[in-house]
């Protein structure tokens, strides 16, 4: 098993478009593969092709834009096994890491400083059945669960997951986020509202910015 290496699509530097950390500068590190299909998926281009790089070439160039945030993503960035490697370098380099995970793969070994955004597949996504919830144990309360509502349903079925798993009492933020040309985003807005739902709704800011372009 390679340790050494990672499959690299892009690695840039831009505003933080979703999360806590929402337009925070980052270093965002795009790792090649996924093994998921999810309908609304926005970086098909990540799953394959890609450049091996050394761990160390991929440190020296996150080095080179000296910033403090580092957000590791993908694809889905724990389908490579040296992910968990690169994780614990950055943070042991001082960086403020978060990684983007699909949560249909282990996050036990994540490093603990490591921010974890955890997206809990709805029903609409097609991927619902492959949600690890054995990830729950793992969560930390700086970590975050997002969900992306497709419909109406998702988001019922979102509402009975967060009750269901306990979600408040486990993570800092729960965020809502309307998938793009599916689910109107006042709309969710207004239903998190009538129901009182203890969330951070979110719009993904760098595509409102750059239209989703890569390497923003």
Not at 63 to 68: D, H, W
Not at 95 to 115: C, F, I, M
Request: negative net charge; hydrophobic residues 35%; glycine residues 6%.
């Amino acid at each position: 098993m390679d340790l050494t290496t990672l499959r690299i699509t892009e690695i840039f530097y831009s505003l933080q478009g979703e999360s806590s950390t929402v337009g925070l500068p980052t270093v965002f590190v795009r790792l090649t593969g996924c093994p998921l299909r999810c309908h609304y998926c926005d970086t098909e281009y990540a799953f394959y092709g890609g450049e091996r790089q050394s761990l160390s070439d991929v440190l020296e160039k996150v080095a080179s834009f000296q910033p403090n945030q580092v957000c590791v993503t993908g694809g889905e960035p724990l389908a490579q096994k040296a992910c968990i490697p690169l994780l614990k370098e950055l943070c042991d380099q001082g960086y403020q890491v978060s990684l983007e995970t699909s949560g249909a793969l282990s996050v036990e070994d994540v490093d603990s400083r490591v921010v974890k955004v955890l997206d809990l597949k709805t029903p609409a996504s097609g991927e619902a059945g492959r949600n690890l919830y054995e990830n729950m144990a793992y969560l930390q309360p700086d970590d975050q669960i997002k969900f992306v509502i497709c419909d109406r349903q998702d988001y019922e079925w979102a509402r009975l997951k967060m009750d269901e798993l306990n979600l408040a009492d486990k993570v800092g933020n729960i965020l809502f986020s309307p998938s793009v040309g599916q689910q109107n985003a006042t709309e969710l807005a207004d239903w998190i509202l009538a129901d009182h739902l203890q969330v951070r709704f979110q719009l993904q800011m760098h595509k409102m910015l750059w239209n989703d372009e890569p390497g923003h």
